[in-house]
């Protein structure tokens, strides 16, 4: 009987670090491949605009979630009739995705970027993107000398593009 209780207890130890290692597979999987998407996010912006070497998580002395209101449901298309629709969800997620940005060092986590150290050049101050709709789009926070904004990104056939923006103030 004893031998019996001891062989139990042995499987279950064996399951519950089989369950460990999938769920620590799985979460290492999804990071660097949001990760890879975050960095080519930043080399796309990087070639666009002087970017900062640092992001932000705050802008007006907010953090960037709070920066986000009911108007985010939807973001005029730049050049098109058409509306982008942001769904209650996706806010949600997207304003705790904000909520939980940090600042880093673009330099040092993706040392090929084109970021610049200088903030007297035209320089502007990103977040880090927060992607949704498994990894067709996403949206940064933008903060420059004249005014602040969200961009929403769409990925189509492979490329980011910024299809529309959301002031949140202007100089």
Same mark, same amino acid.
């Given at each position: 009987?004893?031998?019996?209780l001891d062989l139990i207890q042995e499987a279950k130890?064996?399951?519950?670090?089989?369950l460990l290692f999938t769920l620590v597979s799985c979460s290492s999987?999804?990071?660097?491949g949001e990760k890879n998407e975050v960095k080519e996010i930043l080399n796309f912006l990087s070639t666009k605009r002087s970017v900062y070497y640092k992001t932000i998580d705050k802008d007006l002395g907010k953090s960037?979630?709070?920066?986000?209101?009911?108007n985010f449901f939807e973001f005029d298309l730049c050049n098109s009739n058409k509306k982008e629709l942001i769904t209650n969800e996706e806010l949600k997620f997207i304003k705790q995705k904000f909520k939980e940005? =940090?600042?880093? !060092?673009l330099? =040092?986590?993706? !040392?090929?970027?084109?970021?610049?150290k200088n903030k007297n050049i035209k320089t502007?101050?990103?977040?880090?993107?927060v992607i949704f709709r498994k990894g067709t789009a996403a949206m940064y926070y933008e903060s420059a000398r004249y005014g602040g904004a969200f961009n929403l990104l769409i990925k189509k056939n492979n490329k980011w593009n910024i299809v529309c923006s959301k002031s949140t103030w202007i100089e």
């Open positions: 009987m004893k031998d019996m130890g064996v399951i519950k670090f089989l999987y999804q990071n660097y960037i979630d709070n920066l986000i209101d009911i940005v =940090k600042t880093i !060092n330099k =040092k986590a993706f !040392n090929e970027l084109n970021v610049t502007d101050y990103i977040s880090l993107p």
